[in-house]
């Protein structure tokens, strides 16, 4: 078998690379481990920036999302007993942020690509890579697939990563001291924007994914464990944190969903190595204070997408040849927004009284001072 991209992992980047390459003529076969029914059920992020949308809505899969991603002008500051709004429309015009959950947008690729006679391929077991350096193909089941290029978009767990020789990449990586624990609640949310709420016992925040469904986070203890958050004991601590100020009541409901996620920054340098073309979290993840992870996959498989193109069209390497280079900017810039938004809002075991002094210092400074708001309203809604 063969195509001209070999993809591995039917997460958004893969998805929306071969969905991509195919609207520029170019072959592939998406691989992906788990099963179809998986994917488009995984909860994970669900803010999407100015430029992911417009990606999505000119590539032909932003119907939906237009017509059920809930816009967004601004966010609440919650910390000190009062709440501090963001405001995007006057900060950053004509920019804002769409609240559309991961799920959403990789059930509608997954549609797209099936709908075109795209090959992507679910439960397909020992995906290995093989001659990255001159032809490299894919095995996988007993199968083999040689392709000119492979794009590792398998997530931080993947298997692409780890194939580059020792040596090769370069590591940078941060682990935070305390985790999230993100619920899904069937209940209307109470807030029309999102809260980042900072107090002395911890971060929490109130989101949406829908006019009837809630998402919220609370930062607990990096070993925490689900079953140490019975529902009545995640809704008294998100009630303790959120219901900070005056007047404002949380509405609870039926939990659907619960998980702890690691709060952890990671990125390798290159993102690439021979035909290996790394993208997403393959290469980089972000806390998700900032959200930008999914953001930040987009952007890598549109840069990829436009250096395969011109590589497979008049055999031009040059972008491919830049691709990490251009790509790591904005990945860079994306990890010191998330790690500034995590330092800011979250509270830090070993923080002395001059420490915390110094955060709310800051968070006076980004909700009174209109160069400060800017600097997190154009972080926020996505650098151009
Ligand atoms: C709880 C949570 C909340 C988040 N909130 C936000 C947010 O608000 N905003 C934001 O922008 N980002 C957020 N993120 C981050 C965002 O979800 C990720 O950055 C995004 O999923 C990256 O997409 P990806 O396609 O690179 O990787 P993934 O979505 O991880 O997709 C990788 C795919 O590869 C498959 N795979 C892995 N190994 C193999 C293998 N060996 N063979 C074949 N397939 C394989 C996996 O099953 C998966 O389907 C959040 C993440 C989590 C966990």
């Given at each position: 078998?063969?195509?001209?991209?070999?993809?591995?992992?039917?997460?958004?980047?893969?998805?929306?690379?071969?969905?991509?390459?195919?609207?520029?003529?170019?072959?592939?076969?998406?691989?992906?481990?788990?099963?179809?029914?998986?994917?488009?059920?995984?909860?994970?992020?669900?803010?999407?920036?100015?430029?992911?949308?417009?990606?999505?809505?000119?590539?032909?899969?932003?119907?939906?999302?237009?017509?059920?991603?809930?816009?967004?002008?601004?966010?609440?500051?919650?910390?000190?007993?009062?709440?501090?709004?963001?405001?995007?429309?006057?900060?950053?015009?004509?920019?804002?942020?769409?609240?559309?959950?991961?799920?959403?947008?990789?059930?509608?690729?997954?549609?797209?690509?099936?709908?075109?006679?795209?090959?992507?391929?679910?439960?397909?077991?020992?995906?290995?890579?093989?001659?990255?350096?001159?032809?490299?193909?894919?095995?996988?089941?007993?199968?083999?697939?040689?392709?000119?290029?492979?794009?590792?978009?398998?997530?931080?767990?993947?298997?692409?990563?780890?194939?580059?020789?020792?040596?090769?990449?370069?590591?940078?990586?941060?682990?935070?001291?305390?985790?999230?624990?993100?619920?899904?609640?069937?209940?209307?949310?109470?807030?029309?924007?999102?809260?980042?709420?900072?107090?002395?016992?911890?971060?929490?925040?109130?989101?949406?994914?829908?006019?009837?469904?809630?998402?919220?986070?609370?930062?607990?203890?990096?070993?925490?464990?689900?079953?140490?958050?019975?529902?009545?004991?995640?809704?008294?601590?998100?009630?303790?944190?959120?219901?900070?100020?005056?007047?404002?009541?949380?509405?609870?409901?039926?939990?659907?969903?619960?998980?702890?996620?690691?709060?952890?920054?990671?990125?390798?340098?290159?993102?690439?190595?021979?035909?290996?073309?790394?993208a997403g979290d393959a290469a980089h993840i972000v806390p998700p204070t900032g959200a930008k992870g999914l953001n930040l996959a987009v952007a890598d498989v549109r840069v990829l997408t436009d250096a395969l193109a011109a590589y497979f069209e008049n055999g031009s390497t040059a972008l491919l040849?830049?691709?990490?280079?251009?790509?790591?900017?904005?990945?860079?810039?994306?990890?010191?927004?998330?790690?500034?938004?995590?330092?800011?809002?979250?509270?830090?075991?070993?923080?002395?009284?001059?420490?915390?002094?110094?955060?709310?210092?800051?968070?006076?400074?980004?909700?009174?001072?209109?160069?400060?708001?800017?600097?997190?309203?154009?972080?926020?809604?996505?650098?151009?």
């Amino acid at each position: 078998m063969r195509t001209q991209v070999g993809i591995i992992g039917a997460g958004p980047a893969g998805l929306l690379l071969s969905h991509l390459l195919h609207l520029r003529g170019i072959s592939s076969v998406v691989l992906e481990k788990r099963s179809r029914d998986y994917v488009e059920r995984r909860v994970r992020a669900g803010v999407l920036e100015q430029g992911t949308v417009d990606t999505l809505v000119e590539a032909g899969v932003g119907e939906r999302l237009r017509r059920e991603g809930l816009p967004h002008h601004g966010i609440e500051l919650r910390y000190g007993g009062a709440g501090h709004r963001i405001a995007f429309e006057k900060l950053v015009p004509g920019r804002s942020i769409t609240v559309y959950g991961q799920q959403e947008v990789v059930k509608d690729l997954i549609a797209a690509r099936l709908a075109a006679g795209g090959d992507v391929r679910f439960e397909v077991e020992d995906v290995a890579v093989h001659g990255l350096e001159a032809e490299p193909y894919l095995t996988f089941g007993g199968e083999r697939l040689d392709c000119d290029v492979i794009a590792g978009c398998d997530g931080f767990h993947g298997v692409s990563r780890p194939s580059v020789p020792e040596g090769v990449l370069s590591v940078f990586e941060r682990d935070y001291p305390f985790a999230w624990l993100g619920i899904l609640a069937r209940v209307a949310p109470s807030s029309e924007e999102l809260i980042y709420t900072r107090t002395e016992r911890g971060f929490a925040l109130h989101s949406m994914r829908s006019p009837t469904v809630s998402r919220f986070y609370l930062q607990v203890p990096a070993d925490a464990t689900v079953e140490e958050w019975p529902d009545e004991r995640i809704w008294a601590e998100l009630k303790a944190r959120l219901e900070s100020v005056p007047g404002f009541t949380l509405a609870t409901g039926e939990i659907m969903e619960k998980g702890v996620t690691p709060m952890r920054a990671f990125v390798v340098e290159p993102m690439q190595y021979g035909r290996l073309y790394l993208a997403g979290d393959a290469a980089h993840i972000v806390p998700p204070t900032g959200a930008k992870g999914l953001n930040l996959a987009v952007a890598d498989v549109r840069v990829l997408t436009d250096a395969l193109a011109a590589y497979f069209e008049n055999g031009s390497t040059a972008l491919l040849d830049g691709y990490s280079e251009a790509c790591l900017k904005r990945v860079w810039r994306a990890q010191h927004f998330s790690w500034w938004m995590t330092t800011l809002l979250h509270t830090f075991e070993d923080d002395d009284p001059y420490g915390r002094r110094l955060q709310l210092s800051y968070l006076d400074y980004v909700t009174s001072s209109e160069a400060a708001a800017t600097t997190l309203a154009e972080n926020y809604v996505g650098m151009p």
